[in-house]
T-cell receptor, first 117, second 118 residues
């Protein structure tokens, strides 16, 4: 069975500092994708970044990067130069990449990030 | 604009009164899914659909029904809501086409429906 673990229920970070949000996963599938979503207080889910299990390089999207360590089964999100608007819940999620499988996303419990001015 | 819409956004109802939450996407996606979000549990899948007339149970289907008569619509039906179905509900859609590049894996989410059952 697939499982996502986010061990940090909450984090306080000073504005402009870099932030690392932890995510470890468990799967026996050889082909999978890892996602990070941001959920602000307004409630919507905002896609941030994606990493495929066979991707050779770590994914980057603007201030977001994914520190993918396949052997350790970790996919930590790094936010550089944090901003007040980064305050939100952050979810790590995973799903199989087989074409005939349920595209179900398996989610972690989330990390509440608060950026202090 | 590519989007997933859900209605209503907020709903307060009473136990046993049937309700439907609508979901519609304009991206011609084959795959659609319903999740519920509860504090400390992340999101859990209720039902999903791989295409028109093809639906299947997710992890927490009890008390819910779905239908997929058209590609763009995937309504969630609660025949007899109970207080334990009070939650934040998300509809999501995704392409099954592997030729769209990296982001074909992305699931697009609706804005969420906050349901309270009294």
């Amino acid at each position: 069975a697939q499982k996502i673990t986010q061990t940090q229920p909450g984090m306080f970070v000073q504005e402009k500092e870099a932030v690392t949000l932890d995510c470890t996963y468990d799967t026996s599938d050889p082909s999978y994708g890892l996602f990070w979503y941001k959920q602000p207080s307004s409630g919507e889910m905002i896609f941030l970044i994606y990493q495929g299990s066979y991707d050779q390089q770590n994914a980057t999207e603007g201030r977001y990067s994914l520190n993918f360590q396949k052997a350790r089964k970790s996919a930590n999100l790094v936010i550089s130069a944090s901003q007040l608007g980064d305050s939100a819940m952050y979810f790590c999620a995973m799903r199989r990449l087989y074409m005939d499988s349920n595209y179900q996303l398996i989610w972690g419990a989330g990390t509440k990030l608060i950026i202090k001015p | 604009e590519a989007q997933v819409t859900q209605n209503p956004r907020y709903l307060i109802t009473v136990t046993g009164k049937k309700l439907t939450v609508t979901c519609s996407q304009n991206m011609n996606h084959e795959y659609m899914s319903w999740y519920r979000q509860d504090p400390g549990l992340g999101l859990r899948q209720i039902y999903y659909s791989m295409n028109v007339e093809v639906t299947d149970k997710g992890d927490v289907p009890e008390g819910y029904k779905v239908s997929r008569k058209e590609k763009r619509n995937f309504p969630l039906i609660l025949e007899s809501p109970s207080p334990n179905q009070t939650s934040l509900y998300f509809c999501a859609s995704s392409s099954l086409n592997p030729l769209l590049g990296q982001k074909y894996n992305e699931q697009f989410f609706g804005p969420g429906t906050r349901l309270t059952v009294l």
